[in-house]
Each structure stands twice: as structure tokens, then as C-alpha cells.
């Protein structure tokens, strides 16, 4: 993360929702960078999507590593034999369990750190948005970054 873009988050969030922020794998904080990066890029100015898209992964935690998500993208991709051959390796149980859980759990966070029930909406559904603005905004933007 850039000085810059710490400055900007620190006059942005409250403390609460910075604790969230800062709790989040480096690679997390990366991508919800570039998530409200692109939503901004695309006109996006509304403040519940923009918290939805900084920490819409917050849950994943820090014990999800890069084995554990690229072993969960490619049972996405290919399906869940995937899962079922990598899972009995450890941590790949429990690291699962984060990343299927992460978008609930998120939510859960953003909400305990004082964001707005429509921004955890927006991240309890950003893989199947009911919001046809804003949640296609945050999926597009997600999958985009």
C-alpha cells in the first residue's frame, strides 16, 4: 500500500472499520484497493459500495494463503474434486471453511466496525448481487481487479 493510499484511508474510514482494514491479508487490502480503484474509474461515488469494495474479503483472514486460494479457485473452475484431494493437507480444511464462509463473515465484520446494513448486503451477496446496481458494480468491479 502506498502513503498515499493510507492517508486516504485513514481520513475515509473510522477507526473501527481501519482496524478491519488492517486486519486483512496484505493481499486482501491490495485487492480492495483496486476494487474501489475501478469502481471509482467507472463514475462510482456512492460511500456504502465503495466500503463494500474495500472490504468485501475481510473475513478471509491472514491464515488463507496463496495454496489454499489457488487450490479453491481451481475447485471453482473445475470443480469440487478439487477441493476433496487438497483439503486432508493442513490447513486446507480450515482455510476452506474461511473462504467459503468469507462473504457472510465479512459482512458480519463490516457491520461490528459501524458500516451501514446495505454496505454488508453488498458484501453478504457479491457473488450473486440483489442489488442490480450497486451489487453488479461490486461484482463487475471485483472480478475486474
Keep these: 500500500m502506498t502513503a498515499?493510499?493510507?492517508?486516504?484511508?485513514?481520513?475515509?474510514?473510522?477507526?473501527?472499520?481501519?482496524?478491519?482494514?488492517?486486519?486483512?491479508?496484505?493481499?486482501?487490502?491490495r485487492h480492495g484497493l483496486d476494487v474501489v480503484r475501478h469502481l471509482e474509474a467507472d463514475g462510482e461515488t456512492d460511500p456504502d459500495l465503495l466500503l463494500a469494495g474495500l472490504l468485501h474479503d475481510a473475513?478471509?483472514?491472514?491464515?488463507?494463503?496463496?495454496?489454499?486460494?489457488?487450490?479453491?479457485?481451481?475447485?471453482?473452475?473445475?470443480?469440487?474434486?478439487?477441493?476433496?484431494?487438497?483439503?486432508?493437507?493442513?490447513?486446507f480444511r480450515h482455510a476452506f471453511g474461511a473462504l467459503e464462509r468469507h462473504a457472510e463473515d465479512s459482512a458480519d465484520l463490516a457491520l461490528r466496525a459501524g458500516c451501514s446494513e446495505r454496505t454488508a448486503?453488498?458484501?453478504?451477496?457479491?457473488?450473486a448481487p440483489r442489488d442490480p446496481g450497486a451489487g453488479e458494480a461490486l461484482r463487475r468491479a471485483d472480478e475486474a481487479s
Design 59 to 91: 473475513a478471509k483472514g491472514r491464515q488463507v494463503r496463496l495454496p489454499h486460494r489457488v487450490a479453491w479457485s481451481l475447485g471453482e473452475r473445475y470443480g469440487t474434486w478439487v477441493l476433496a484431494l487438497s483439503a486432508p493437507l493442513p490447513g
Design 4 to 29: 498515499p493510499e493510507r492517508r486516504r484511508l485513514e481520513g475515509w474510514l473510522t477507526p473501527a472499520q481501519l482496524g478491519v482494514f488492517d486486519a486483512m491479508h496484505p493481499a486482501d487490502q
Design 121 to 127: 448486503e453488498l458484501i453478504r451477496h457479491q457473488a
